[in-house]
């Protein structure tokens, strides 16, 4: 591929990651996508075909950046939740891309599910080993981790609006906040032995 | 209002409904309502406003007839968290709609609000009776409850691929997972007197 088109594709990728981070899948608009790229709408359907499969390329890139940047040690649920909530305050376009994925195109991705895959069996090993509570399944452990650390994100705006007066003030505050609430999810009961 | 009027009014909230639940505010199209409520898209306008206005009716609606079908004793987030479930079970669209609002129209509904400022207020005063852990705020663990009832449904579908492998099986099992979990977090530390 001659240099120009790699750039002309780094260009339209960065304006596909914002343009469906904004307005999601249906709300996207492919000539916005273009003129915000430089580029023309027919480069678009030639690097990436459909509005559908951009979307897709842009989801799968994005979910593997995040997972690839996460540590998961020994199944650690909470430190992986701290680590999972730095790298969303960095990137916050990745979680509404996530959610717009979740709601607008209802399909897996094979290699987050390999990384999923590769968490989950970490969660059975520590279970196992009983440094996590055993009798909540592993996957429904790992989807309330990530719903946890994305709580106040995905808290209705009517929720949201009372924050600042009984919720956590800062980012440091909501970040431990997320931590406590992993470590007290994932213990186990003080009764088994 | 004339009945008849009245009778359009409702056909056209039920659709409306539909709409905005499967394709949310951006792919929601007026003219499919008006179609699917055999009513004319003018009748829309007449009676509701805008797309947007529209939207925040059936959002508003939804979220205020949830809230309400829910009951909060003495702040008991375990066995919220289990009604929640249950009638999220029963209206799935609800589910949609709270986080189309989410992604698509960042406002607080002023009847949500204070349906949650009372839930809230159960917390603290739960916490300071020593019946909830208290390093968390009561808002903060407000969001985590609803985050962790919608976790699976909010999970991507490259984990959801995994829940028959590594997960809950049945909508019991789920429904015990999302109950023990809420319970381990609300949990006061073993520590603490």
């Not at 891309?97 to 895959?117: H, K, V």
């Amino acid at each position: 591929m001659p240099p120009d088109a790699t750039e002309t594709k780094k260009r339209l990728m960065r304006a596909a990651v914002d343009e469906f981070a904004r307005y999601g899948l249906a709300g996207a608009r492919i000539d916005r996508i273009a003129e915000n790229a430089a580029a023309n709408k027919r480069s678009i359907y030639m690097h990436f075909g459909t509005k559908e499969e951009l979307f897709d390329k842009v989801v799968a890139d994005s979910m593997v950046m995040l997972a690839d940047s996460i540590s998961f040690d020994r199944g650690d649920l909470a430190g992986y939740a701290g680590d999972m909530f730095d790298r969303l305050e960095r990137w916050p376009h990745i979680r509404r891309l996530y959610y717009w994925a979740n709601l607008e195109r209802e399909r897996p991705i094979d290699a987050e599910t390999a990384q999923y895959r590769q968490r989950v069996t970490a969660i059975q090993a520590a279970q196992t080993a009983g440094r996590i509570r055993d009798d909540i399944p592993a996957a429904d452990l790992m989807a309330m981790v990530i719903a946890i650390v994305n709580s106040w994100d995905t808290a209705a705006w009517s929720l949201q609006a009372l924050r600042s007066e009984f919720g956590s003030r800062s980012r440091g505050g909501r970040r431990a906040a997320v931590v406590a609430a992993v470590a007290g999810l994932a213990q186990p009961p003080a009764h088994t032995t």
